[in-house]
């Protein structure tokens, strides 16, 4: 089945705890992306990336990492968690890119910074 | 940043009733896209409409883009209690707004 997995699903964690929040997906897609949602701000974009190697910042880039060593992963870093990074995180990817493609999401990552 | 933004923030309707939702954005486009939310799950992918149509149908969805007033409608007919989601628009770049809360009453 083409999804996007993310894990974990549910994330407790302290301040200045390094943490990595996995995504894959099985479809070859070149393009990927994470998005923070908090209430009443909608999607924001954290990073992006169209290739392999190929990353860069979206609107809240502040306070994450992540690296495209392969195609089918993008792992989100957050090596210094702070409260503020509070908020449900999710991955996405697509074909090509999003200007001409639909984006297909993962399920979600609650993350809490204590 | 170029972004859509929908209005209502929310609307709450009967069973059967009909749902219309709008989407304004700022700057050239290629193509616009709807996407829905269950609450806390991720967005699924609606329909996309592109910059040289005006009007799209899939089911029981109408979407419509207006190019020259930059804007978008997506028409649910018919309206279930499984359609109570929030609904969002994106373009280039799928930057995304706060989106639209429906609620479909039985």
């Known amino acids: 089945e083409a999804q996007v997995t993310q894990n974990p699903r549910y994330l407790i964690t302290v301040t200045g705890k390094k943490l990595t929040v996995t995504c894959s997906q099985n479809?070859?897609?070149?393009?990927m992306s994470w998005y923070r949602q908090d209430p009443g701000l909608g999607l924001r974009q954290i990073y992006y990336?169209?290739?392999?190697?190929?990353?860069d910042k979206g609107d809240v880039p502040e306070g994450y990492k992540v690296s495209r060593k392969e195609k089918r992963n993008f792992p989100l870093i957050l090596e210094s968690p702070s409260p503020n990074q509070t908020s449900l995180y999710f991955c996405?990817?697509?074909?090509?890119?999003?200007?001409?493609?639909?984006?297909?999401f993962g399920s979600g990552t609650q993350l809490s910074v204590l | 940043s170029q972004q859509g933004e929908e209005d209502p923030q929310a609307l709450s309707i009967q069973e059967g009733e009909n749902a219309t939702m709008n989407c304004s954005y700022k700057?050239?486009?290629?193509?616009l896209q709807w996407y829905r939310q269950n609450s806390g799950r991720g967005l699924v992918h609606l329909i996309l409409?592109?910059?040289?149509?005006r009007e799209k149908h899939s089911g029981r969805l109408r979407v419509t883009l207006d190019t020259s007033k930059k804007s978008s409608s997506l028409l649910i007919t018919a309206s279930r209690a499984a359609d109570t989601a929030s609904y969002f628009c994106?373009?280039?770049?799928?930057?995304f707004g706060a989106g639209t809360r429906l609620t479909v009453k039985p």
């Open positions: 996405a990817s697509s074909l090509w890119g999003p200007a001409v493609e639909k984006l297909f």
């Open positions: 994106a373009t280039v770049d799928m930057r």
């Open positions: 700057t050239s486009i290629n193509n």
């Open positions: 479809m070859n897609h070149e393009y």
């Open positions: 409409i592109r910059s040289n149509e």
């Open positions: 990336s169209m290739n392999v190697e190929v990353t």
